[in-house]
């Protein structure tokens, strides 16, 4: 049981770049997330699905998009890689969309865009 | 959406209870109450959550008032490795954190 699994761990990008942040979970959790956290900040929701095929934009969804086409996988894409998407992005899963439930998260990916 | 507001640092003495208000005086009548910690730049880790009556389970306990409008982590006996960046969250949000120190 791995829990939730982000790669990679670190990535360097230049400006206009594109690329994919990769987010699996193992639990058959429903209920899925994506949050950056800039430098000294909390993390901030970028966004999140309910469950396979359902999408939803979160706090700061712009420069990224997500699709949900597995229960197990929720990829982060950049389209045209910023510097100001420099941050850490967490990942994170839940049974239900957080009723009762707590959130288990990745241990991050440290993307810079140079 | 619900936001909430934590006092940006604390500091504990190792041993003592430590006690981390947190307001949310917007949440609505079916939104839990969840504290998370974070550790250096690690993932956050669950603590506990609560709806209305308080809750107490290994790590710590949550006093949630009747209005629900602010609650509080307590710690009971902090120790060094519980230094740490506590969130209160609502609806998926984060606020901005408090950071607990505890020191011997």
């Known amino acids: 049981n791995a829990g939730v699994t982000q790669t990679p761990k670190f990535q360097v990008l230049k400006t206009g770049q594109s690329m994919t942040l990769q987010c699996a979970q193992d639990m058959n959790h429903e209920y899925m997330s994506w949050y950056r956290q800039d430098p000294g900040m909390g993390l901030r929701l970028i966004h999140y699905s309910v469950g396979a095929g359902i999408t939803d934009q979160g706090e700061v969804p712009n420069g990224y998009n997500v699709s949900r086409s597995t229960t197990e996988d929720f990829p982060l894409r950049l389209l045209s890689a910023a510097p100001s998407q420099t941050s850490v992005y967490f990942c994170?899963?839940?049974?239900?969309?957080?009723?009762?439930?707590?959130?288990?998260f990745g241990s991050g990916t440290r993307l810079t865009v140079v | 959406d619900a936001k909430t507001t934590q006092p940006p640092s604390m500091d504990c003495a190792e041993g003592r209870a430590a006690n981390l208000p947190c307001n949310h005086s917007?949440?609505?009548?079916?939104?839990?109450v969840y504290w998370y910690r974070q550790i250096h730049s690690q993932g956050p880790q669950y603590i506990i959550h609560?709806?209305?009556n308080n809750e107490t389970n290994e790590m710590a306990s949550l006093i949630i008032t009747e209005d629900r409008k602010s609650s509080t982590l307590i710690l009971p006996h902090a120790t060094l490795r519980d230094t740490a960046v506590y969130y209160c969250i609502v609806n998926m949000r984060f606020g901005a954190g408090t950071r607990l120190t505890v020191k011997p």
């Open positions: 609560g709806l209305k």
């Open positions: 994170a899963s839940s049974y239900s969309i957080g009723r009762n439930y707590g959130y288990t």
């Open positions: 917007t949440i609505s009548g079916n939104e839990y």
